[in-house]
């Protein structure tokens, strides 16, 4: 499976070593090799390096994952977990590849057709929306 990558020029890097609390919205290429607890969000693509940490939701074009997510991804291209990846959450994206040795504990929606995309992956959100206010 080939992942298209538009822009090879990383836009933000946020380095091995850096910790960040709190939502993060950039444009562009974003590589993570540092800690985040919060939400990562980018119109662009993303690489999540081996000894990344990421409490909060992905969302971006394109993902490639080697570090750790705990929470949801969503990517409007495709997911790649490599082998040291680990994914506990939810994954939305068109096409998603997992690697032998990744680790993933989660719901998937992985469909080609841009209308069933976008029908199921709408239909998830809000069964999800739902049950996280029923759960308040």
């Given amino acids: 499976m080939a992942f298209k ?8 890097i946020i380095g091995g070593g ?3 609390q709190g939502n993060i919205k950039v444009n ?7 800690d985040i607890d919060g939400n990562l969000d980018t119109d662009g693509n993303i690489i999540i390096g081996e000894n990344a940490r990421i409490r909060g939701n992905v969302n971006a074009k394109a993902i490639i ?10 990517a409007n291209e495709s997911v790649k977990l490599l082998s040291k990846a680990a994914v506990v959450g939810d994954i939305v994206t068109h096409k998603v590849q997992i690697d032998d040795n990744a680790l993933f504990h ?6 080609k057709d841009d209308e069933e995309y ?3 992956s709408s239909e998830f959100l809000q069964s999800k ?3 996280q206010k029923a759960a308040l």
Avoid at 5 to 12: A, F, Q, R, Y
Avoid at 28 to 34: E, I, P
Avoid at 65 to 74: E, N, S
């Fill in 65 to 74: 994952v080697g570090g750790i997510i705990l929470g949801d991804v969503f």
């Fill in 5 to 12: 990558i538009d822009d090879i020029s990383i836009n933000t």
């Fill in 118 to 120: 976008t029908r199921l």
């Fill in 129 to 131: 929306a739902i049950k």
């Fill in 28 to 34: 562009g290429f974003v590589r993570v090799d540092g």
């Fill in 18 to 20: 850096s910790a960040i």
């Fill in 106 to 111: 989660g719901n998937c929606i992985a469909v």
